[in-house]
């Protein structure tokens, strides 16, 4: 820790930028900690340097085909991806604290941290900007640092609690504080902070609006109340509170059909409550090459790289008749072959069959027909998370399904064009909604979250919610009590003598 936190807290170096596209601006200079702040337009670039880690969500990483966002995916037992990826290792459990990704995550959210606490004080101090502007600025930075905290504790627990620039050698040597006080002292008042902002409901520009504030802070509330902190029932109803605002505010709503969500000029919109931007010839979303079938030459990518692949036993365990499992829907089967791989009057070139599922909700036609470059946005929160984080908080605190917790989970039902769920039991209603959030969410970083803090995991073969310790995936490996968290990456523990290392790694 102590070379990426001095490097990010001593060094940090943030590009200039103004609004609108935040991705399309030119950089016209450089910002470090000795900048003073003078102009609303430095402040504002200030601001934006915190946005720079959103990328680490789904950038590259590891070996050939490897992403970032595999990570969460190879963990659940639930996806398979090429041997360079090594995501045999984290579905084997035999992964350790030098495994692939793992520093990936760790260093790009405190590096995101150090960007927001720059942000924060550094806007803080100004003088020139209204009241309003400056704390709206300030909600963005905050709201930022939260979701970069939130990430970590999910990932490896107790973790260096760090609010302020560092400045020296010392202060890197920083142990880790509980799960618990990161959410009291950091998570939740960055958000509660944020909530007193006039940030509007939705940003189409891509930055932090109302409604990241309100999903995100559900979602905190939701995951506080469970595993491992068992907060209780009050945080559920804290957690309802905020995804119902989302809900009444109108502004957010499922599209019509789930291919809307591959349509690069829906981005931001719509569903859409937060994402990472991707822009043609600036940054484009790494998992479109990544989720190709393996070299099948179907796309103008030169590497296709196989490299997150869903589960059969997934993909079937779906209700009968859901729309999401028709082709190309959320998965497909078949795609013709590309031009440059298939001759004129190969058959192939009209339809080429792939021989499993893949994963369609990263497919970028454009960019796999044509140029290879994936202008789709990755999304962190969409409207039918939020539908179902209220139907599975609200009859938690309510100790039962209500009419509007009922109704939220049968509208993305509905969309599958699937039965509405009856259960009246909290159980019952509870388990409905978890499986909703498997088949609606799947692959997007949300599975295993959801299996961390509620300790139960849906077998796909048997159909049943088994413990999550002794839970047997496909591979017929069993999570353990070490499975719940991550290691704490080895050049971490090697530069910063103060930390300790996770229990079996």
């Not at 409207?383 to 599975?392: F, G, R």
């Not at 769920?421 to 949300?446: H, I």
């Not at 839970?471 to 910063?496: G, M």
């Amino acid at each position: 820790m102590k070379k990426n936190l001095l490097y990010t807290g001593l060094a940090l170096m943030l590009t200039l930028t103004s609004c609108e596209d935040f991705l399309r601006e030119t950089p016209t200079g450089a910002l470090t900690t000795s900048s003073t702040v003078s102009s609303p337009e430095i402040a504002r670039a200030f601001v934006d340097g915190a946005y720079a880690n959103l990328n680490t969500f789904n950038n590259g990483g590891g070996g050939w085909g490897g992403n970032n966002a595999s990570l969460l995916e190879f963990m659940t037992g639930k996806a398979d991806g090429n041997s360079q990826t090594e995501a045999f290792k984290f579905y084997n459990m035999e992964y350790d604290s030098r495994a692939f990704y793992i520093d990936n995550w760790w260093s790009g959210m405190y590096s995101g941290i150090a960007r927001a606490n720059l942000a924060i004080q550094k806007v803080g101090e100004i003088t020139t900007l209204d009241a309003t502007t400056r704390n709206n600025m300030v909600a963005e930075a905050r709201t930022l640092r939260a979701l970069y905290y939130f990430q970590l504790v999910r990932m490896f627990g107790d973790v260096p609690k760090l609010t302020e620039l560092v400045t020296q050698l010392s202060e890197v040597q920083t142990a880790r504080s509980s799960v618990k006080e990161i959410y009291d002292d950091i998570i939740i008042p960055d958000l509660l902070e944020a909530e007193k902002s006039t940030l509007p409901w939705r940003q189409t520009s891509g930055r932090v609006s109302m409604g990241l504030i309100k999903s995100l802070l559900a979602d905190v509330y939701l995951t506080y109340a469970g595993y491992p902190v068992q907060g209780g029932n009050q945080y559920y109803a804290e957690s309802a509170k905020r995804s119902k605002e989302v809900i009444d505010s109108g502004v957010f709503t499922l599209f019509k059909e789930y291919t809307d969500m591959i349509n690069p000029a829906n981005r931001n919109q719509g569903e859409f409550i937060f994402q990472v931007q991707h822009e043609k010839d600036i940054r484009h979303n790494g998992l479109t090459p990544v989720t190709l079938p393996t070299l099948r030459g179907i796309a103008a990518y030169s590497d296709e790289y196989g490299g997150l692949i869903p589960r059969k036993e997934f993909v079937e365990s779906y209700e009968q008749g859901d729309k999401r499992t028709r082709e190309k829907q959320f998965y497909y089967t078949f795609y013709k072959g590309h031009p440059s791989d298939y001759p004129i009057g190969d058959p192939r070139r009209e339809r080429l069959d792939l021989g499993g599922y893949y994963i369609y909700k990263y497919f970028d036609k454009q960019a796999i027909d044509n140029d290879a470059k994936s202008t789709l946005n990755y999304t962190i929160y969409r409207y039918a998370d939020v539908l179902l984080m209220y139907a599975e908080a609200a009859n938690r605190a309510q100790g039962g399904p209500t009419p509007e917790a009922t109704a939220a989970l049968n509208q993305v039902r509905s969309r599958a064009e699937l039965p509405p769920v009856t259960a009246t039991s909290m159980e019952a209603f509870e388990r409905a909604v978890w499986a909703e959030r498997y088949y609606e969410l799947a692959y997007e970083g949300k599975i295993w979250f959801d299996m961390i803090r509620t300790r139960k995991v849906r077998n796909d073969i048997t159909k049943n919610w088994d413990d999550f310790v002794g839970h047997t995936t496909v591979y017929n490996k069993a999570f353990t009590e070490k499975n719940l968290l991550l290691p704490i990456p080895q050049r971490e523990i090697d530069n910063n003598r103060n930390l300790i290392q996770n229990t079996g790694f």
